[in-house]
């Protein structure tokens, strides 16, 4: 309710001055305001970590993990932050985040921007919330590609101990030939790396943190059944689908359909649950499928189950609907 009063005020800032302003006011609001406590409904187990309720925030939102305490009082089931660079960057020049109201979408191409992985440790190592916590990595735009993976090695060291588990980016459109990191020789040697630094830190930290891999909806059915394949080879313990879409299908005519960047919302929706049945029926039950473009009511979020997900996150949604999002979701996946 309070939302539908605050929207028309952010609507009147440019997208990404209200986003900031946002994060802000949720920051303060996690400081000020007393812990609210997570909905239980219908716990689920997922990666072997307990979930309260299947809904959770997808990353992208809060890039620094300065307001995981005003987010959880929402009532996320598990937030997910980032995605967090080794190093700090400032992302593409601006403008680069834009509203598609008729289309209840929106087009992003942030480019990572971030205060770097050392800056988003210091800010949740202060938090209250003590639900579950995914860390989204990634790596910094003037790596060379074919040296990715020693980025996502630093990322990996460093969250290993503060994430519940933690999510490989290799599938945003907005940083130059990430989306390379999809093919069958680029992946195998990402994961191959991953998973062996994995083991090693949970030896070291006596603690398994989970591997979950987030890939993009624009991908031809060859394609998933080569990442189902890989995610099964390398034993990653979870997978994403999807990230935003470079598509223009479904907003032919909107005036800002020409703008570079991903496209989430209302439009992601039916591309990414057929990702999701896709990799489902690929992957047999070996790993869960966490789902994740389009939902903007419950409905949405029980297709998304009704499909094989085991978990559902929002993002766009919660920019159109607020809140109240967050509850319709939870009620409608009991």
Do not use: W
Not at 9 to 27: K, M, P, Q, V, Y
Not at 29 to 38: E, R, S, T
Not at 285 to 313: M, T
């Amino acid at each position: 309710m309070l939302y539908s009063l605050v929207r028309p005020l952010l609507f009147l800032l440019d997208a990404e001055s209200s986003h900031d302003l946002t994060i802000s006011g949720l920051a303060s609001a996690g400081k000020l305001l007393p812990p609210k406590p997570v909905i239980e409904a219908n716990p689920v187990e997922v990666m072997g970590l307990r979930f309260p309720n299947r809904i959770g925030l997808a990353a992208g939102l809060d890039k620094n993990g300065e307001a995981v305490d005003g987010l959880a009082r929402m009532g996320f089931g598990f937030i997910e932050i980032g995605t967090v660079t080794p190093r700090a960057q400032p992302g593409n020049p601006k403008p680069r985040l834009f509203r598609l109201p008729a289309s209840r979408a929106i087009i992003n191409r942030m480019g990572f921007n971030n205060h770097g992985v050392d800056a988003l440790l210091a800010n949740i190592r202060n938090r209250r919330f003590n639900g579950i916590l995914g860390i989204n990595i990634g790596k910094n735009f003037d790596t060379p590609i074919d040296k990715a993976t020693d980025d996502y090695l630093a990322c990996l060291d460093k969250v290993y101990a503060d994430a519940s588990y933690v999510t490989v980016n290799i599938s945003s459109p907005n940083t130059a030939n990430l989306r390379q990191l999809q093919g069958v020789s680029e992946l195998d040697e990402l994961l191959s790396r991953l998973k062996h630094r994995q083991q090693s830190l949970c030896d070291e930290h006596g603690r398994y943190v989970p591997l979950v891999l987030k890939i993009a909806p624009d991908l031809e059915a060859d394609q998933i059944i080569d990442i189902a394949n890989a995610l099964r080879r390398h034993r990653i313990d979870g997978v994403i689908a999807t990230n935003t879409t470079i598509s223009r299908d479904r907003i032919a005519g909107d005036p800002l359909a020409d703008q570079q960047g991903g496209l989430s919302g209302a439009p992601l929706f039916e591309k990414s649950t057929e990702v999701v049945a896709s990799l489902v029926r690929a992957l047999q039950g070996e790993l869960p499928v966490i789902a994740a473009g389009g939902v903007l009511d419950g409905k949405g979020a029980k297709a998304k189950l009704d499909a094989g997900a085991s978990l559902v996150q929002i993002y766009s949604g919660l920019i159109y609907r607020g809140p109240d999002l967050v509850t319709e979701c939870i009620a409608e996946t009991r």
